[in-house]
C-alpha cells in the first residue's frame, strides 16, 4: 500500500471514531442527553415525513427487526416516536417521529450541515464533485460488504 493510501486508510478510521465521539458529546451537552447514539440514528432513519415501516428503518440502520423494536419502544417512551396505524390495513405499522422528534432530527442535521460545510471549505464545485465520487466509491465498498 503507497503512503497516500495508509494515510488515508489512518485518516479514515480516526475520522469514523472521531465523529462519533463527537456526537455524543454533542448530545450530552443538547436538550437531548437522554438519547443514545443509536436512538439518535435511529430518529435520523424514521425521518421527518416518510413514515417509513420498521423494516424499512431497521434495514436502513443494519439492526434485527427485534432490536429496532427495543430501541422505537424506548423512543415512543420518551415522547420522540410515535406509531401510525394504516387508515387501508391496520396490521401496517408506520413510524412517524412527534413534535420533540423532529426538533432533534432538525438539531442533528444542523450539526452534520456544520460538519459538512467545514469539509468541504476551500474547495472549488470541480473539486467537491472529485470528493463526492470518492465518498460515493466508498459507499459502495461498504454496501458490497454489509
Known sequence: MSENYQKISEALVQIYSNILRIEENELRKSQFNNLTIQEMHAINAISMYDHKTASEVAKELHLTPGTLTL????????????????????????????????????????????????????????????????????????????
Do not use: C, P
Request: proline share 0%; no cysteine.
Open 71 to 146: 430501541t422505537i419502544n424506548r423512543l415512543a417512551k420518551k415522547g420522540y416516536v410515535e406509531r401510525i396505524r394504516s387508515d387501508d390495513d391496520r396490521r401496517i405499522v408506520r413510524l412517524g417521529l412527534t413534535r420533540k422528534g423532529r426538533v432533534e432530527y432538525r438539531a442533528h442535521a444542523a450539526f452534520h450541515e456544520k460538519l459538512v460545510k467545514k469539509f468541504l471549505k476551500g474547495f472549488n464545485d470541480e473539486e467537491v464533485q472529485v470528493i463526492y465520487r470518492a465518498l460515493r466509491n466508498l459507499e459502495d465498498f461498504m454496501a458490497d460488504h454489509s
